[in-house]
T-cell receptor, first 114, second 117 residues
Framework: DQQVKQNSPSLSVQEGRISILNCDYT??????FLWYKKYPAEGPTFLIS?????DKNEDGRFTVFLNKSAKHLSLHIVPSQPGDSAVYFC?????????????FGKGTLLTVNP | DVKVTQSSRYLVKRTGEKVFLECVQD?????MFWYRQDPGLGLRLIYF???????EKGDIPEGYSVSREKKERFSLILESASTNQTSMYLC????????????????FGAGTRLSVL
């Protein structure tokens, strides 16, 4: 059973506009959420994260929003740039566990068109 | 900066060969992980280790084993490679469990693209 879902396999956006990537989760025990960015033939790189005690975290052009009641989080990229074109993975963890495994979604391919 | 180094970027092996994928991290992290990434399936956890000589199965351990003899090194072993193990393999490391966002971040290597013919 998929505990972290990214329902959009791909998203295409014009340069300068907002990109919104969505993620849903089912396990209410998750208390940390992370976004990773992955270019082809490279490993994922950490982008931004949020803990469940917050509903928003911002870092430059990237903002993550968390709606705990809906078990939904989203990543906003404003303004989008062609270099943002990559696969974005949402991940979640439960800090009460002993080993801090991350549960990943299947990813969304973002294409930013010039 | 955290550095996770995987020994090979690309590897081609024959069916039935024993394959070793090596990973080294330089941040003294307790936790290390092996994932595989396949199109449409995302990242799937194969094995992880939370200390030297300690290991736990992930979601898809069948056909794989691991070794962690030293804290900085975590090896993934394919005992008898098969074509369905053709994939991108990713190693990651992280701090030990603890409160705070930093303890939840995993740092990834560049990946090894393995083709089994």
């Amino acid at each position: 059973d998929q505990q972290v879902k990214q329902n959009s396999p791909s998203l295409s956006v014009q340069e300068g506009r907002i990109s919104i990537l969505n993620c849903d989760y089912t396990n209410s025990m998750f208390d940390y959420f992370l976004w990773y960015k992955k270019y082809p033939a490279e490993g994922p790189t950490f982008l931004i994260s949020i803990s469940s005690i917050k509903d928003k975290n911002e870092d430059g052009r990237f903002t993550v929003f968390l709606n705990k009641s809906a078990k939904h989080l989203s990543l906003h990229i404003v303004p989008s740039q062609p270099g943002d074109s990559a696969v974005y993975f949402c991940a979640a963890s439960y800090s009460g566990g002993s080993n801090y495994k991350l549960t990943f979604g299947k990813g969304t391919l973002l294409t930013v068109n010039p | 900066d955290v550095k996770v180094t995987q020994s090979s970027r690309y590897l081609v092996k024959r069916t039935g060969e024993k394959v070793f994928l090596e990973c080294v991290q330089d941040m003294d992290h307790e936790n290390m992980f092996w994932y595989r990434q396949d199109p449409g399936l995302g990242l799937r956890l194969i094995y992880f280790s939370y200390d030297v000589k300690m290991k736990e199965k992930g979601d898809i351990p069948e056909g794989y084993s691991v070794s962690r003899e030293k804290k900085e090194r975590f090896s993934l072993i394919l005992e008898s490679a098969s074509t369905n193990q053709t994939s991108m393999y990713l190693c990651a490391s992280s701090l030990p469990p603890g409160q705070g966002l930093a303890n939840n971040i995993q740092y990834f290597g560049a990946g090894t693209r393995l083709s089994v013919l």
